[in-house]
């Protein structure tokens, strides 16, 4: 019998646990002082560099089974990022805060440059988000993270004043004319990250962990879409990637009339952090189950109409999930 695909995945954990290398993980001023006063200490990570992995789309969705995958998430965050969209009110209202500690991070540093008597607590702050309307200046203001996903791959700012749509181009083009090879998206702009920013570019969103993707088709009009992820935390936000990457695949060849075939996924560093090791052998412990199945609406024929319960998860029956904290990095 065929090895199960998610061995790909488990494979790749006790890769980074044997072989990877120790190192210490850079940290922003801000970042350690919230470890100290929290009498915490920061975690390292173990990685290891330049690694792949693929899923057939054509015989089942990749949702990972050895621990619960929070799925519910994974699809309201690419709604938004598929609106293009960069403001997280959308998630907080929907209950997810995946984005919440990067947007009261630079809402707490605006306080404290600005006006400290304006400074909440993360709490606070996410619920006075939610009880806000969408159009108050509190939100548009205090809860953008400016160069998200979604703005800089729908809505990216052009050197003339233009907002160029990559996702619309490639799109047109896949239905156009779908063998060429030229089907780029890229989030990676030198002017928003690092010392390289603009002055009026910087915010407190990391440099993109998910570089660059490509679709490609080859022959029986069969779309692949391939990602290059420079950074991947593979413990927590890998499952939740690979989710993320299969269904947008899923989504453009409906709207574009293609096959749905392989997620090709290439990793540059690719690590687990010092405070996962005991969650990565519990999950490496699990014998995965049967993948499950998406089923999109089929009405749906432009990539702007997909909505939320457009999208149904079928025969989903995954281990418990497994809990563990989030490395609270800075730029990395």
Known sequence: MAKHPEYQYLDLLQDIIENGSDKKVFFTPEVLAEYAKNGEEAPSMRSVFGRQIRFDLSKSFPLLTTKKVFFRGILHELIRFLSGNSNIKYLADNDVHIRDERAW????????????????????????????????????NRWD??????????????????????????IQWLKDKPYRKSYVVSARNPDFIYAMASAWNRSEVPPFCHTTFQFAVTEDNKLNLWLYQR????????????ASYALLLLMVAQVTW????????????VHIYSNHFDQV??????????????????????????KFEDITLENYDPHPAIKAPIANIGWS
């Open 105 to 140: 991070k630079r809402y707490h540093k605006h306080c404290l440059e600005n006006d400290p008597s304006q400074d909440m607590a993360q709490p606070d702050f996410i619920a006075k988000i939610k009880a806000e309307d969408k159009d108050s200046e509190f939100v548009k």
């Open 145 to 170: 993270l400016i160069t998200i996903y979604g703005r800089m791959r729908r809505r990216r700012p052009a050197s003339d004043g233009r907002e160029i749509d990559q996702l619309a181009w490639v």
């Open 231 to 242: 950074s991947a935390d593979s413990f927590l936000w890998v499952p939740f990637n690979i």
């Open 258 to 269: 293609l096959q749905p075939w392989e997620f090709v996924h290439t990793f540059g560093d």
């Open 281 to 306: 052998k519990l999950q490496l412990s699990r014998e995965p189950k049967d993948f499950p199945t998406i089923k999109l609406n089929p009405n749906i024929k432009n990539i702007d109409d997909f």
